[in-house]
């Protein structure tokens, strides 16, 4: 099929899910969510496939782990499905009503974008949760994912269309695009007439071209170099089981630490107990002079450390003299994902919330929880860190746009 003929269809399935009942799109997630378990063996046999190829060509311990499905991820993916189908329905809401002084009623009702195109790296888990949450927003979804899981991504589709199938509900919902060509890929930027709006997921690299190349509306969903400040009033227990917990519990993921900034006074302390904490997961530290001085083993760090997405075990440690300098570093040098500040001090952690410009801001607390299953979403279909159309976790309701609906009887304009 090729994608026009993908995009037409794609267009006419939209418009049956933008009127299909809740009930029937929670039939069809449950059973798209049964299929999926059923498929579990020739899904991971599949993605052995995909691991076992990656590994031999050089791929990262970091995007491995992202690649690799097991019983538990699957199963995972499946409640995902669960989770979705259990929540509100935004479709058909009415956000407003209002009558004007002519008598017209004039509101707002949230409805589906349409057609979305996402194009995303090696994270087969995504290609469920995309569907899910497309699905139950009323959307038809057209996936491209890398050539690195394509196995494992066929697999998976193959089984979330077999239970929409059994319920009666067009396969066509879910779309996978299987031609690994880049200019299929750029081909894919270009159906505005197809496809209402693209998703980008994955490394910077995947999201400046789409962003650069599309002619479709894109929803940036960015990289995370994300920062964890350390004030002078922390408790050091809680921010070492923090820092630990945000660098090392999945490296290769956007909302991972992979900087950290340490007020001066604290420093001291801090820094020997932090190097003995992140040395159980051999993380390697590159730090400023200061550091440096206190911890003679830190690495000795370069510009280039303060902006970078290491996706592995390295973090990057600047000290500072104050909360001032500390937010005017997390701002130049973040990607708009997710901060977080250790603080014991209320004036210290309102001005970090207030002042420190990303999707999601954090007080005493991990920033590996950006994600929409620990929103509360089900599951995500990305993180925006742009500030245009939605930002931060992509759940339900900013999958959907809104139409203005007016009642009148019978009002002309003079």
């Known amino acids: 099929m090729t994608l026009t003929e993908l995009g037409k269809k794609a267009k006419e399935t939209a418009a049956f899910l933008g009127v299909l009942s809740s009930a029937r799109k929670n039939e069809g997630l449950k059973a798209a969510a049964q299929a999926l378990l059923e498929g579990e063996e020739e899904i991971l046999t599949t993605n052995q496939e995909d691991v076992i190829k990656a590994t031999m060509e050089g791929m990262s311990p970091a995007l491995v782990d992202r690649l690799e499905l097991t019983p538990a991820r699957i199963q995972s993916m499946a409640e995902g499905l669960l989770s979705v189908a259990a929540l509100d329905d935004p479709v058909g809401e009415v956000v ?48 491209k994912g890398g050539s690195d899981a394509l196995e494992s991504n066929k697999a998976i589709v193959k089984w979330l269309q077999e239970g929409l199938k059994r319920v009666g509900l067009p396969q066509s919902a879910l779309q996978l695009i299987t031609d690994t060509d880049r200019e299929t890929t750029k081909e894919l930027m270009r159906m505005r007439d197809y496809v209402d709006v693209l998703i980008p997921r994955g490394g910077a690299g995947l999201i400046r071209s789409v962003v650069e190349n599309s002619t479709v509306p894109v929803i940036e969903t960015g990289t995370g170099n994300c920062h964890i400040y350390v004030d002078e009033t922390a408790d050091l227990s809680m921010a070492l089981d923090i820092i630990y917990n945000a660098k090392t519990q999945r490296i290769g993921v956007c909302n991972a630490c992979e900087s950290l ?7 001291p302390r801090l820094l020997p107990l932090l190097e003995e904490r992140l040395s159980q997961k051999q993380v390697e530290i590159r730090a400023d002079k200061e550091a440096c001085a206190i911890v003679p083993r830190f690495a000795h760090a370069s510009e280039e450390d303060w902006g970078k997405e290491y996706l592995d075990y390295i973090l990057s440690l600047k000290v500072v003299g104050s909360l001032d300098e500390a937010i005017a570093h997390i701002n130049r040098y973040n990607t708009g994902h997710s901060e977080s500040i250790i603080t014991n001090n209320y004036s210290n952690a309102q001005r970090f919330l207030n002042e420190v410009d990303a999707a999601a801001v954090y007080v005493n607390a991990s920033t590996r929880f950006t994600d929409g299953f620990e929103f509360g979403f089900g599951a995500e279909i990305g993180i925006s860190t742009q500030k245009l159309h939605a930002r931060g976790p992509m759940g339900l309701k900013e999958l959907t746009t809104t139409k203005y609906i007016i009642y009148g009887n019978g009002q002309i304009r003079p």
């Open 261 to 267: 900034v340490v007020h001066r006074e604290i420093a």
């Open 96 to 143: 407003s009503m209002k009558v004007r002084p002519n008598g017209l009623q004039i509101g707002q009702k949230r409805v589906p974008l349409g057609v979305i195109g996402m194009i995303y790296e090696a994270r087969p888990n995504v290609t469920a949760d995309a569907f899910g949450l497309c699905f139950k927003s009323g959307n038809a979804v057209i996936l």
